[in-house]
């Protein structure tokens, strides 16, 4: 034990403090990080920075922006009816369904994206049968993380045991070379997951009153938003003329929220997106929520010259094609509970107006931009659906719980599906080819797909989770000084001490256990950056071949399903489902077991020592 690893573990001891407390954000420690090491004169800069340059890194990217090809043509919600479609009125039936659909879609995307889009269809589904939302959440988050023993590109931990591997001089694992012992998984996930839904709580939905898909109608209903919309006319001398929203202060004037303006162009009128710095014009045509007394409303015409005109349909359904509408909540790691709308500045920051909140099933009356918002809260938000479907990417703040059936007339990119689909096809193909690496084919996929128009180039960087791959690249310098200060020989010289002796299974065993141990702390994707080293590093002291160990470590951080913190995954389905931390420590810990044994048992079969 010497000085230099001494200082290496304590920065890692604090790093995963800092993980397990959530005070400060993963990609910020993850930076802060990479300047200790480099101002401790550990590593220098070039190695601190390496992560910038892996290849992995950059096909994790590549992923996100493919998974947000096929959400934007369409693909992905499809499957999601499909899924309603057929699971019919039967629980079992969508369990299994479930559990296969996440499990296949999330084999060549992003698990924490799947579940986001699954979230809303296992609610629906659990309202028209009636029978517990608790009970499908858990199933949907297993489904997600047995994903990421798919295929190799299905979870970033996987491509990080990867990356260890080439690293090394070895050869990496095939496109399909952990699917055997993911199949496996999955089919024992599934009938674990019938037995073990019964440990759950079995209250009826909430949402119960409306089972069938939800629509504009709906929602006004459940937010009481009857006789708030208004749609008026700027006429050529009104004050309002050459000002911007955000100077006019409308909303804390008149309690006057703007969701859409339609504005002539090329002698016909347009919808136009609605901004805090949006410049009103003569002509313009207003759509607004308010819910003052007619006095008001009549004084607000007169004092800002505006002419009433004919609104068709109720709040503003008549102009579906153009405004959208969906709830949305707020993750359990968001930012925003305990602050008002007006200190988010939420329209400020996402272009949409919040015009209805409910608070344990009942709609709040009165100023909702003063109203404190609190983990569980469902917020309805109003404006153009282009930003509704941006606010879908930001998952880290918000989960879009329900579209209105009316999204699916203005699906961005729909008419683009087929060719999403050929271009996940064509990754794949290219990716099961020994010529081109794996991060050439998900490069070509994401150009082909922005060819094909599935997705804009802003929404394509937008889509990607940058929190996630800072994470990655600020945890990979912790391997490399590791490595260089003896810390990997320690770790491994004490698991020789342990399970040397007791033949290659239980040092496979040992290392499982390990990562496990680990994953209660801190992410997969980092347990799997910590552990892959050591991995090799014990196979190469057991003169024994180190695929079937590096493979162990990845099963191990896929197979994080005992605590809500351990993935991203957990997390989302933590307040949908109603969950406490027990809930999945006593669903989690057997089933973590049972992947142990099979990996133990499967794993040397295919990969031989």
């Not at 892996?54 to 990217?61: C, E, K, R, T, W």
């Not at 909702?368 to 703040?397: F, N, P, S």
């Not at 879009?400 to 599906?417: R, T």
């Not at 109603?578 to 040397?604: E, K």
């Amino acid at each position: 034990m010497n000085a230099q690893l001494m200082w290496v573990l304590v920065l890692l001891a604090t790093a995963v403090y800092l993980f397990a407390s959530n005070r400060i954000r993963m990609d910020v420690v993850a930076l802060l990080v990479i300047v200790a090491f480099v101002f401790s004169g550990t590593l220098t800069v070039t190695e601190a920075l390496a992560g910038f340059s892996d290849a992995n890194v950059i096909l994790i990217a590549a992923l996100f922006v493919v998974g947000h090809g096929l959400v934007r043509t369409g693909v992905a919600y499809q499957v999601g009816e499909w899924l309603m479609r057929a699971a019919g009125n039967s629980e079992t039936r969508m369990l299994v369904l479930l559990m296969l659909a996440v499990a296949g879609l999330g084999a060549f995307m992003s698990s924490t994206g799947v579940v986001a889009i699954f979230i809303p269809v296992v609610i629906s589904v659990a309202a028209r049968m009636q029978t517990s939302v608790t009970r499908l959440m858990m199933p949907l988050s297993f489904a997600g993380l047995i994903s990421g023993m798919m295929t190799l590109v299905a979870t970033p931990p996987n491509m990080v045991v990867n990356s260890e591997l080439l690293r090394a001089g070895f050869a990496g694992f095939g496109f399909f070379g952990v699917t055997p012992i993911g199949l496996v998984v999955l089919v024992s996930g599934i009938g674990y997951m019938l037995v073990a839904r019964r440990w759950l709580a079995n209250e009826p939905s909430q949402h119960k009153e409306n089972w069938r898909r939800r629509t504009f109608l709906d929602l006004i209903r459940d937010y009481q938003l009857s006789g708030r919309a208004r749609r008026m006319a700027i006429r050529p001398g009104s004050p309002l003329v050459g000002q911007t929203l955000d100077g006019l202060h409308l909303r804390a004037r008149y309690g006057a929220n703007v969701i859409g303006i339609e504005r002539w162009r090329k002698f016909r009128r347009v919808m136009i997106s609605v901004t805090s710095n949006t410049e009103l014009k003569a002509r313009d045509v207003l759509l607004i929520d308010m819910s003052a007394a007619e006095s008001r409303v009549r004084q607000f015409y007169a004092e800002q010259q505006l002419e009433p005109l004919v609104l068709r349909g109720e709040y503003f359904s008549g102009q579906s094609r153009d405004v959208g509408m969906a709830e949305v909540s707020l993750i359990p790691d968001s930012e925003l509970p305990g602050k008002t709308l007006r200190q988010v500045m939420f329209r400020s920051q996402y272009g949409l107006n919040v015009v209805g909140i409910r608070r344990q099933g009942q709609a709040i009356a009165g100023k909702l931009v003063d109203e404190e918002l609190m983990i569980g809260d469902m917020l309805l938000v109003a404006g153009d659906w282009k930003l509704i479907r941006q606010l879908q990417q930001k998952t880290y703040d918000f989960i879009v719980l329900n579209l209105p059936a009316e999204v699916d007339d203005v699906a961005p990119a729909v008419s683009q599906a087929p060719h999403a689909l050929f271009c996940l096809a064509l990754m794949v193909a290219l990716m099961l080819t020994d010529g081109i690496p794996n991060v050439l084919a998900a490069l070509i996929a994401c150009l082909l797909m922005g060819k094909f128009r599935c997705f804009t180039a802003e929404s394509a960087y937008k889509s990607i989770h940058w929190p996630s791959l800072i994470l990655i690249v600020g945890m990979m310098p912790f391997a490399l000084a590791l490595q260089r200060t003896g810390g990997v020989e320690l770790v491994v010289r004490g698991l020789m001490d342990i399970s040397g002796g007791h033949g290659p299974r239980v040092m496979l065993l040992s290392l499982f256990v390990l990562c496990a141990l680990i994953g209660l702390f801190i992410s997969n994707t980092a347990t799997a950056v910590l552990m892959a080293p050591i991995a090799i590093a014990a196979a190469h002291e057991m003169g024994l071949s180190p695929y079937p160990f590096i493979m162990a470590v990845a099963l191990a951080a896929s197979a994080a399903f005992m605590t809500p913190v351990s993935s991203p995954v957990n997390t989302l389905v933590m307040v949908p489902g109603n969950y406490r931390f027990a809930d999945f420590l006593r669903i989690g810990v057997p089933f973590t077991l049972w992947v142990m044994l099979v990996s133990v048992m499967l794993v040397p079969l295919i990969y031989p020592f």
